[in-house]
Nanobody, 116 residues
């Protein structure tokens, strides 16, 4: 029943900004840890940012200072604000939910392409 749907991807010029959103359903959202991961061509999926039920955040070193993860429990959404985008940020971005049972759920992915 858990469903995660990403939106907001697209093409942006280097230095620009983009905001990804993920709408979650099928769980008690406020109890879940949420995250964003990405996978670039030829690379493994990597963690971008996470946010705990308490609101604590964690970021990959590569995006610190540029990306911000946030959650809106009233709307059951998690967002990723991406600023100062670089070509190396180009990837498919996936919303992730880690629930209280230790289960991971994934969205379908949203393409982010940063041109130089």
């Amino acid at each position: 029943q858990v469903q995660l749907v990403e939106s907001g991807g697209g093409l942006v010029q280097a230095g620009g900004s983009l905001r990804l959103s993920c709408a979650a359903s099928g769980s008690i959202f406020r109890l879940n840890s949420m995250g964003w991961y990405r996978q670039a061509p030829g690379k493994q999926r990597e963690l971008v940012a996470t946010i705990s039920p308490e609101g604590s955040t964690n970021y990959a070193d590569s995006v610190k200072g540029r990306f911000t993860i946030s959650r809106d429990n009233a709307k059951s959404t998690v967002s990723l604000q991406m600023n100062s985008l670089k070509p190396e940020d180009t990837a498919v971005y996936y919303c992730n939910q880690y629930d209280i049972y230790g289960r991971n759920y994934w969205g379908q992915g949203s393409q982010v392409t940063v041109s130089s």
